[in-house]
């Protein structure tokens, strides 16, 4: 049942999300009402886990992760690809961080219905809601300098052949370029999948 409920859920939030490049949201707001994540505070993230939000794990940060955050970011600014290279670095970072708290850290990429439910465990919903989280917290801190976080997007509602897939967005200020920064299709604590949406969309991956 767990499994149907997923693909269900699924579906409908890829009827919701997906569409043409003109009706990406700038702002994440759509996708908090739509699905069950919730936005950073000051020194919280709520990291979605069990497929599709079900569950929540309040994480609570320090100082040393501000201090990892500030210099993983601010050690390659020079231009907007050397950014988006640093933010996969800032999502590794705290995949690996929260992943023993969360029971996410044994985590594995891809399409796996036979965990749906378990905690700990990650469908692309909980990855996308989860990476953009880390960087709407990078955002609120004034650590981005060529991108703004975007509302993550789906591809994908059966009818095409594609499984419905998640993604979280970045938006480059000067260009305006969209970027997909997509972690579910890796293992926890590697680093994620980065390239422009329009290509993202694009793709057809074996069982997606």
């Known amino acids: 049942m767990g499994n149907w409920s997923t693909r269900i859920s699924m579906l409908v939030i890829a009827g919701f999300l997906s569409g043409c490049m003109a009706q990406i949201a700038p702002t994440p707001e759509r996708w908090i009402k739509t699905t069950k994540m919730r936005a950073p505070s000051d020194s919280t993230l709520y990291i979605c886990h069990a497929f599709g939000c079900k569950l929540s794990y309040a994480f609570k940060t320090n100082q040393d992760d501000l201090d990892a955050m500030t210099k993983i970011l601010t050690n390659d600014q020079e231009n907007a690809e050397q950014e988006r290279k640093a933010m996969g670095k800032l999502i590794q970072y705290f995949e690996v961080r929260v992943g023993p708290s969360v029971g996410s850290d044994k985590d594995k990429g891809g399409l796996d219905l036979h965990n749906s439910g378990t905690p700990g465990q990650m469908d692309c919903i909980d990855e996308a809601s989860n990476t953009t989280s880390y960087l709407l917290f990078a955002q609120q801190k004034g650590l981005l300098k060529h991108h703004t ?4 997007v789906a ?14 967005v970045v938006k480059q200020k000067i260009s305006d370029s969209l970027y997909a920064i997509d972690s579910w299709v890796k293992d926890n604590g590697e ?13 057809r991956p074996q069982g997606l």
Do not use: N, Q, T
């Open 155 to 168: 591809r994908g509602f059966f009818l095409d052949g594609r499984y419905p897939h998640a993604s979280a």
């Open 191 to 203: 680093f994620p999948v980065i390239k422009p949406l329009d290509e993202w969309f694009a793709e």
């Open 149 to 152: 976080v975007s509302s993550p």
